[in-house]
């Protein structure tokens, strides 16, 4: 027995760690997000935390039964986020509201604010109108009647807005809606000192708070709508579980008509046992994984692969839990149920994806974590400039909002006041300010493309792999399975003559001993000869004592007799003598881009059993377009070079480009070598199983989906569609999805950058041009709206059957 070695030692005595899921609410920006992951991480036991914006989710990583899930949620409540842990028990009800209810509540909440804030802001802007027709419309033009209004916007549509501000104040993370509360209310207090005190001179502008609070409750209303279209694939896939199955109590697996047929007795889906038998009507979707026990039918799994041509189902088949039973009446056994079922894995996976950050937020996190601060800083600082310097200097600024409605006329003829000058671009700074758009422009463009992804069959795990994806210039192709059918058939079995133990010198035999070594183990060429035997009528001889060494060869004792099969490495391990006939013969078969598959019984090779396994119909397609995109195609196989080397020259690869005769295990290795040597960032792609170290290896790891949690777990792009176009198409969303974070963290620096600028004044000696407050409110309300609205544009691609490279440059 080998040591264990010692890194694997410490490994395991390293805590396991749990995943606790929390719906979070009274996010406002990235100021939030990074006051919530704070507290979060502040708590003993907690590893990380990632809290998503768009999704109001937290995904916290902590040791196994350290950290109590509600004692969380009730710390982030009293802090003044609304917290509940996810539950993890199907069927389990929370006592809490649900956060999908939750949300449309809020939303229905913030549509009657909007209407409350807009009929204050057309009752002001009426207002404008008074001079024109002031014999009809005399109140309108009352500076009481403008407070009036000011003081029912302060009241009650920004009440909400007023009391979070003051609470994130408090608790010593302000956010946005402390730099807007504090702005609309200094707006809204100088105003009433400047009614109540008119001998002071200043000048009132109660319209600038009821425009502020209109613009910005408008703005995120249109951003919440938005944030709805962005996560409308998340929640269809949600959609897709299923809540009811039938239940058949006492099933008669003796009979096929009586079993199908069995009165069946309705119950949720989440309890259903494993081992259960179900009955699956047509137009029912299935409950859980299962296996066909009885009947035949079509079953619609364009929900998991996004194919809509339905696939026939029969006795022995699998089905997976959410897609649709079509033409007939089915009974399954249950094999997964609950969280195990391939759809829960999957809107699993989705959500995680959804949460996990791509390294470039890194800065706009860091950034936001500061910004509430540095714009009150900023707004402090513009403050004293223009109150001691600049209006000392230019003594002739004056800042106009527009929209102030003074009752006596003798206001407008005073000069301006340095105090409101100072005031006016101080409150512009703090209102101008958008940490929202920051916080929103990674998460929601990853929540419309790990969706859209999930609608196309493409399972995305997150914005770290979209970047990395973005990085790509190397894509490595596993050969069987993955560039190939993974159908392979056999073409040829020589028999050796010299030395052989084959009783009658039978090639025929030479299958029969294949047989019974590959009946102990699961493999595309195990599979193979196991058909060919089948396809002849032969017998398969008892064996026992299996052992298999992955990518190597098998061995089992068949009638007393020690057989090997495998490639020449593993014959050569076991002493095994090749000879130069067989080796010939091994050249040349190879050469036609068959696999070798050298059979020894005893210590001599008996003999040679060749494979052909097909090119995939669209591998050809594949490797043209990843050249296309500028990446550079390599084949990675444990076959012989020989065999590797024909399936490459049909691809048009060159020899250069191909990496043969090496065995899973080094196939990491080579990656890595590959990696150091010339700073190449890979992406792998294999089937999941045998190809996991390599997966994992790489800087971007595919798999085909293969039914195990393998591909799940160890890949960073899992294609559950057997299409190997689909390497492409998860390339083109990935870079597609990673474009949209760029454009977004672009805008959002790009808009705070110039607009704070802008507000405090900057234009305003030399050209006159300043923000008002109101307008600097209209404008932060647009930065959010147009930073999720340009993520909702990624929709575009779920229309189209294919993304184009156009669509991602």
Not at 101 to 113: D, G, H, L, T, V
Request: charge should be negative.
């Amino acid at each position: 027995m080998q040591p264990v070695p010692k890194t694997k030692l410490a490994l395991e005595l390293i805590p396991m760690t749990e995943k606790i899921i929390l719906d979070v609410g009274g996010m406002k920006c990235a100021g939030c997000v990074k006051a919530v992951e704070k507290q979060l991480t502040q708590q003993p036991g907690v590893k990380s935390a990632c809290v998503n914006l768009a999704t109001e989710v937290a995904v916290v990583e902590s040791e196994v039964g350290v950290v109590n899930a509600d004692v969380l949620a009730e710390q982030l409540t009293a802090n003044g986020f609304p917290t509940q842990p996810r539950n993890s028990t199907a069927g389990e009800k929370s006592a809490l509201e649900d956060p999908q209810e939750r949300q449309r509540r809020e939303m229905r909440s913030a549509i009657k604010q909007l209407i409350t804030a807009l009929v204050l802001l057309l009752l002001s802007g009426i207002g404008h109108f008074g001079n024109i027709s002031a014999s009809l419309l005399p109140f309108f033009n009352n500076i009481w009647f403008h407070c009036g209004l000011a003081t029912i916007a302060i009241i009650i549509p920004g009440r909400p807005i007023l009391v979070d501000g003051w609470l994130g104040w408090r608790r010593g993370s302000p956010n946005m809606n402390t730099l807007i509360g504090l702005g609309s209310l200094t707006a809204y207090v100088a105003s009433l000192v400047a009614l109540l005190f008119p001998q002071m001179g200043w000048e009132c502008f109660f319209d600038e708070p009821v425009m502020m609070l209109g613009f910005i409750l408008l703005g995120r209303t249109l951003e919440q709508q938005a944030r709805g279209r962005a996560a409308a694939a998340f929640r269809q896939l949600l959609a897709l579980q299923p809540q009811i199955a039938r239940l058949i109590p006492h099933p008669n697996i003796h009979t096929q008509e009586s079993i199908v047929g069995s009165v069946s007795v309705e119950i949720p889906a989440e309890q259903v046992r494993v081992g259960e038998w179900l009955q699956i009507l047509p137009g029912d979707k299935i409950p859980v994984d299962g296996e066909i026990g009885y009947g035949q039918t079509t079953v619609d799994e364009s929900m998991l692969t996004g194919e809509a041509v339905p696939v026939i189902k029969q006795p022995g088949d699998q089905v997976t839990a959410g897609t649709l039973n079509q033409s007939g009446a089915i009974a399954i056994q249950a094999t997964r149920t609950g969280a195990d079922t391939t759809l829960a894995q999957i809107v699993a996976l989705v959500e995680a994806a959804q949460t996990r950050k791509a390294p470039i937020q890194k800065l706009a996190d860091t950034v936001a974590g500061y910004f509430t601060y540095g714009v009150l800083a900023s707004a402090v600082l513009t403050f004293g400039f223009w109150y001691f310097l600049g209006t000392h200097i230019w003594t002739d600024v004056n800042v106009s909002g527009g929209m102030e409605m003074m009752s006596h006329s003798a206001h407008n003829s005073l000069p301006a006041s340095p105090l409101l000058v100072s005031l006016k671009l101080a409150i512009a700074v703090m209102v101008v300010a958008c940490p929202c758009a920051l916080g929103l422009a990674t998460p929601t463009a990853i929540l419309v493309g790990t969706g859209i992804g999930a609608e196309r069959g493409l399972l995305i795990k997150g914005g770290d792999v979209l970047e990395r994806v973005h990085q790509l210039n190397t894509v490595i192709f596993d050969k069987t399975g993955t560039l190939t059918t993974g159908n392979p058939t056999v073409t040829d079995c020589w028999l050796i003559a010299e030395g052989s133990h084959v009783k009658d010198n039978d090639p025929q035999s030479i299958l029969q001993l294949a047989a019974a070594v590959e009946s102990g183990t699961y493999h595309p060429l195990a599979k193979a000869i196991q058909q060919e035997v089948q396809r002849q009528q032969l017998s398969i001889p008892d064996a026992v004592d299996f052992y298999t060494e992955p990518g190597l060869g098998v061995s089992a004792v068949v009638e007393g007799t020690r057989v090997l099969l495998g490639n020449w490495d593993w014959l050569s391990w076991h002493g095994i003598t090749i000879s130069e006939t067989a080796q010939q013969t091994a050249e040349k078969l190879a050469r036609d881009g068959k696999t070798i598959v050298g059979v020894a019984v005893g210590e001599n090779l008996a003999g040679l059993i060749a494979v052909s396994d097909t090119l995939r119909p669209d591998a050809q397609t594949t490797v043209d377009k990843l050249r296309q995109m500028g990446l550079k195609v390599m084949l990675l196989s444990g076959d012989r070079p020989e065999a590797a080397s024909a399936i490459a020259q049909q691809l048009g690869l060159d020899s250069a480009d191909v990496i043969a005769g090496v065995p899973p295990s080094k196939k990491a290795a080579a990656i890595q070598e590959l990696q150091a040597k010339s700073g190449a960032v890979v992406a792998m792609v294999g089937d999941g199983i045998n190809d996991a170290p390599a997966l994992s290896q790489a800087d971007v790891g595919i798999a085909l989906y293969s039914g195990s949690d393998v591909a799940m777990e160890t890949a960073a792009i899992v294609l559950m569609r057997d299409h190997l176009s689909d390497v492409v198409e998860s390339i083109y969303l990935s870079r597609a999805t990673f474009n949209k974070i760029r454009q977004n963290l672009f805008w959002a620096f790009a808009y705070n950058t110039i607009g704070i600028p802008l507000a405090a004044g900057v234009l305003l000696p030399n050209l006159g041009f300043v923000l008002s407050p109101s307008s600097a409110a209209a404008l932060m309300a647009f930065s959010s709206v147009s930073v999720v609205s340009n993520s909702v544009l990624l929709r575009r691609l779920a229309q189209k059957p294919s993304v184009s490279e156009t669509e991602v440059i």
